[in-house]
């Protein structure tokens, strides 16, 4: 039955409050929001499940406990989880499984195909094996056999630690690298955080946002993103950070630094008012500098749209994604809410309307909500968009699903 005539229906059928309903329970609530919506719009606008969804690793047995997805430049899917990094052709079958002792968290890929994993990893020093968090970088993906071609530690790669007290401190093995962004010049930006955020130290703030070059030097620490305060430009307590430099490969990228940064209240679970930020780099006479995103907060201006920039929008965001073929939009996975929320490039929620709608308005096209089912996510912690379909590392749920806005098949 025609979605719009089956809600019909069950309005008329609930006219009488006395024999089916009140209007102020929830299924009645849930027809008139349905109301409010452009008829022609409900069943031609949602993202649809594409099945089977992918429970199985690159070892043949099940994923334990997937953190992160990425599609490839070379059109390879990258899972990390508990056992390491698991390469998979686009369809799921297995290629190959590096193992990483004690899991890894989240993965990205360079133009030059390159892959990036940020991990844990143990160093003896001074007789004591300390546990300390890593970007491993693995060359040479394409030929099957991947090696480590370098790695980022902390505190070793930190500029700031260098001269002054590059050992391991006690407060070192609460750091976390939480996300790897790539730049136009295959430089990247690593999000980090952990609990010494004091400007007065001797070196930089845990909550950061670090550049290295392809060497692998580290050349420049974000630091007028504050560590503590939260605003439209800051990094508190950091759960990811991505740029506008994805697939499909092209011959050249815009020469732009700007970039997504996702906050969170850390151990204390504070909800914040800002979670997911856009961010703009922007060279001036005086330098560069790290700017709010103006398009998003006249956004959040606007009465009749919902938006990126309104107030305590999100619970606790675990990642980011930004579709790179056109589209622009923006997916927030947020992992408190078991939610994958989507917005347009100006941080309005919704997709583009399809041909020959009444209306302007991007359509509402999130989902989510705690569960095993088809639309449902327990924890997730990864997303990714690649060629209309979006990725999630459903974390609880064991399981990579995917997802396709239903207009794509028309």
Same mark, same amino acid.
């Given at each position: 039955?025609?979605?719009?005539?089956?809600?019909?229906?069950?309005?008329?059928?609930?006219?009488?409050?006395?024999?089916?309903?009140?209007?102020?329970?929830?299924?009645?609530?849930?027809?008139?929001?349905?109301?409010?919506?452009?008829?022609?719009?409900?069943?031609?606008?949602?993202?649809?499940?594409?099945?089977?969804?992918?429970?199985?690793?690159?070892?043949?047995?099940?994923?334990?406990?997937?953190?992160?997805?990425?599609?490839?430049?070379?059109?390879?899917?990258?899972?990390?989880?508990?056992?390491?990094?698991?390469?998979?052709?686009?369809?799921?079958?297995?290629?190959?499984?590096?193992?990483?002792?004690?899991?890894?968290?989240?993965?990205?890929?360079?133009?030059?195909? %390159?892959?990036?994993?940020? #991990?844990? $990893?143990?160093?003896? !020093? *001074?007789?004591?094996?300390?546990?300390?968090? &890593?970007? @491993? /970088?693995?060359?040479?993906?394409?030929?099957?056999?991947?090696?480590?071609?370098?790695?980022?530690?902390?505190?070793?790669?930190?500029?700031?630690?260098?001269?002054?007290?590059?050992?391991?401190?006690?407060?070192?093995?609460?750091?976390?690298?939480?996300?790897?962004?790539?730049?136009?010049?295959?430089?990247?930006?690593?999000?980090?955080?952990?609990?010494?955020?004091?400007?007065?130290?001797?070196?930089?703030?845990?909550?950061?946002?670090?550049?290295?070059?392809?060497?692998?030097?580290?050349?420049?620490?974000?630091?007028?993103?504050?560590?503590?305060?939260?605003?439209?430009?800051?990094?508190?307590?950091?759960?990811?950070?991505?740029?506008?430099?994805?697939?499909?490969? %092209?011959?050249?990228?815009? #020469?732009? $630094?700007?970039?997504? !940064? *996702?906050?969170?209240?850390?151990?204390?679970? &504070?909800? @914040? /008012?800002?979670?997911?930020?856009?961010?703009?780099?922007?060279?001036?006479?005086?330098?560069?500098?790290?700017?709010?995103?103006?398009?998003?907060?006249?956004?959040?201006?606007?009465?009749?749209?919902?938006?990126?920039?309104?107030?305590?929008?999100?619970?606790?965001?675990?990642?980011?994604?930004?579709?790179?073929?056109?589209?622009?939009?923006?997916?927030?996975?947020?992992?408190?809410?078991?939610?994958?929320?989507?917005?347009?490039?100006?941080?309005?929620?919704?997709?583009?309307?399809?041909?020959?709608?009444?209306?302007?308005?991007?359509?509402?096209?999130?989902?989510?909500?705690?569960?095993?089912?088809?639309?449902?996510?327990?924890?997730?912690?990864?997303?990714?968009?690649?060629?209309?379909?979006?990725?999630?590392?459903?974390?609880?749920?064991?399981?990579?699903?995917?997802?396709?806005?239903?207009?794509?098949?028309?």
């Amino acid at each position: 039955m025609n979605r719009f005539l089956l809600i019909a229906f069950v309005f008329v059928a609930s006219g009488c409050d006395a024999l089916f309903s009140s209007k102020s329970d929830p299924v009645t609530d849930g027809i008139f929001e349905a109301g409010r919506s452009e008829p022609s719009l409900l069943n031609e606008v949602e993202y649809v499940p594409l099945f089977p969804f992918f429970e199985l690793g690159a070892t043949g047995t099940p994923l334990d406990g997937p953190t992160d997805v990425y599609v490839g430049y070379d059109e390879l899917l990258y899972v990390t989880d508990a056992t390491g990094l698991h390469i998979l052709d686009i369809s799921g079958r297995p290629a190959l499984h590096v193992p990483i002792p004690g899991g890894a968290t989240s993965v990205v890929q360079d133009r030059r195909l %390159r892959v990036y994993v940020t #991990a844990r $990893r143990d160093t003896t !020093i *001074a007789g004591r094996t300390w546990r300390l968090p &890593v970007v @491993l /970088r693995y060359d040479d993906v394409p030929t099957g056999a991947p090696r480590i071609g370098r790695i980022l530690w902390h505190p070793f790669d930190d500029d700031s630690r260098k001269f002054n007290r590059p050992d391991p401190v006690a407060t070192d093995e609460e750091v976390a690298f939480t996300g790897v962004a790539v730049l136009p010049d295959n430089h990247v930006y690593v999000a980090r955080q952990g609990p010494v955020n004091d400007r007065a130290s001797i070196f930089f703030a845990h909550n950061i946002v670090l550049e290295f070059d392809e060497a692998g030097d580290n050349i420049q620490a974000i630091v007028s993103l504050s560590p503590t305060q939260e605003s439209l430009v800051s990094s508190v307590w950091p759960t990811d950070v991505t740029a506008f430099v994805h697939p499909p490969q %092209r011959a050249s990228f815009p #020469a732009q $630094r700007h970039f997504l !940064i *996702a906050q969170s209240g850390g151990p204390a679970g &504070v909800r @914040l /008012r800002y979670s997911a930020l856009s961010v703009r780099v922007v060279e001036t006479p005086n330098g560069r500098e790290f700017q709010p995103d103006p398009a998003l907060i006249q956004s959040a201006f606007r009465e009749d749209v919902d938006a990126l920039y309104d107030d305590f929008r999100f619970t606790r965001v675990t990642d980011l994604a930004v579709a790179m073929d056109g589209t622009n939009y923006l997916f927030v996975l947020d992992g408190g809410e078991h939610r994958l929320s989507v917005f347009t490039a100006s941080g309005i929620e919704g997709v583009a309307p399809p041909p020959g709608s009444t209306s302007a308005l991007p359509v509402n096209v999130s989902f989510g909500s705690e569960g095993d089912g088809a639309l449902q996510f327990s924890a997730p912690q990864g997303v990714a968009y690649f060629n209309r379909t979006v990725y999630v590392a459903d974390t609880g749920n064991g399981r990579i699903s995917r997802f396709r806005l239903n207009t794509d098949f028309e």
